[in-house]
C-alpha cells in the first residue's frame, strides 16, 4: 500500500476524532432545537467561519463556468440531504447506530460505481457489501424489537450515506480549477437559504433560546465537524488516493458508537457490537486494496 505522509495521517486522526465525537453532540442539541433549526444555525455559523479563513488566506471565491450545476448537485448531496438525514436518523435511534449507517457511504460507493459508470465488482466488493449488509440488519434488529420509529431511523441513516456516496462521485468526477476551501464554502451557502426557509416554514421561529451548552455546541459544530471538517475531508477526496481517505470513514463510527455508550449511555448487545465490528471488516475490505506479493 502506498505510504502515508505524517501530516496526512494527523489530518485524518483529527477528521476521525471530530466528526466521531459530533453524534453525540447532534442527539444532545436535538434535545432543545428541532433538527431544521439546529442545522441551519450550524450552517450560518460554518459559512461564516470558511468566508473569514478565505479572506485570511486571500483565496478566491470565483466558481469557475460551467461549475455550478454539479456544485448545486454536489451540495445538495453533501450538505443538505446529508445535514438533514442524519439529524432525522439520531431523533429515531441511538447516534452511534445512525452514525454506523451513514457511514456505509462507501459500500454505495462500490453499488453506484458499478450500476452508473461500470466499474468492476470484485469478488471482494461483493463479499464487503453482503457482510455490510446482513451487519446492519443485525445492528437494527434490536431497535426494531423495541422502538416503533426505529424503521425510520434506518431509513435515514442509509439515505444520509446514499447521498453521500453521491456526493463524492459529484466531486471526485469534476475539476475544480482555482477552488480550494471556497467548494466547502460554496456548497454550505447554497444550501443555507434553502435550510432557513424550510426551518421557518416547518417549525417557525424558537419560542425561546436554547440553553448555553446548547448554544456552544451548535456554534463547535459549525466551527469543528461542519466548517473545518468538510474542507479536511473534500481535500482529501480530491487530492488523496481512496486507501488514505478510507482510513477516516473506517475509525469515526467505532468513536461515534462508543462516545454513545460513554456519554448518553445507549444500548450495545452483543448482536450489535458483532454488527458494528462487521461493518468495519466490510468497510474494510471495500477500501483497502490487498496486498500484492
Not at 454506523?100 to 462500490?110: D, E, G, I, Q
Not at 450515506?161 to 480550494?180: D, E, Q
Not at 458483532?274 to 477500501?287: D, E, K, Q, R, Y
Request: charged share 10%; proline share 6%.
Amino acid at each position: 500500500m502506498t505510504r502515508v505522509s505524517l501530516k496526512a495521517l494527523a489530518l485524518l486522526a483529527a477528521l476521525t476524532l471530530v466528526w466521531g465525537t459530533n453524534w453525540v453532540l447532534f442527539r444532545i442539541a436535538l434535545d432543545e432545537l428541532p433538527p431544521w433549526t439546529f442545522r441551519t444555525v450550524v450552517l450560518a455559523v460554518a459559512a461564516l467561519v470558511l468566508g473569514v479563513l478565505l479572506r485570511l488566506r486571500g483565496e478566491s471565491f470565483a466558481v469557475p463556468k460551467r461549475r455550478w450545476p454539479p456544485l448545486i448537485a454536489a451540495a445538495a448531496c453533501n450538505v443538505g440531504i446529508w445535514n438533514i438525514a442524519t439529524s432525522l436518523a439520531v431523533l429515531y435511534i441511538p447516534s452511534g447506530h445512525a452514525s454506523v449507517l451513514a457511514y456505509t457511504m462507501p459500500l454505495w460507493v462500490a453499488v453506484l460505481g458499478f450500476a452508473l459508470f461500470g466499474e468492476r465488482l470484485t469478488g471482494r466488493l461483493l463479499v464487503a457489501i453482503l457482510i455490510g449488509a446482513a451487519a446492519v440488519l443485525a445492528l437494527m434488529l434490536p431497535n426494531f424489537a423495541t422502538d416503533a420509529a426505529a424503521p425510520l431511523g434506518l431509513f435515514w441513516g442509509l439515505s444520509a450515506g446514499f447521498v453521500w456516496a453521491l456526493g463524492t462521485f459529484v466531486v471526485k468526477r469534476t475539476s475544480w480549477p482555482g477552488m480550494g476551501l471556497s467548494l466547502t464554502f460554496w456548497q454550505i451557502l447554497i444550501c443555507l437559504p434553502v435550510m432557513a426557509v424550510a426551518a421557518y416554514f416547518l417549525e417557525g421561529w424558537p419560542s425561546h433560546l436554547p440553553s448555553t451548552e446548547v448554544m456552544l455546541i451548535t456554534v463547535y459544530v459549525g466551527v469543528g465537524p461542519m466548517a473545518l471538517g468538510m474542507a479536511i475531508w473534500f481535500a482529501l477526496v480530491r487530492l488523496l488516493t481512496a486507501q488514505v481517505a478510507a482510513l477516516s470513514s473506517i475509525s469515526i463510527p467505532i468513536v461515534a458508537v462508543v462516545t454513545g455508550v460513554l456519554v448518553l449511555h445507549e444500548p450495545l448487545s452483543v448482536l450489535q457490537a458483532i454488527a458494528i465490528g462487521s461493518t468495519v471488516i466490510a468497510l474494510w475490505l471495500a477500501l483497502v486494496p490487498r496486498r500484492t506479493v
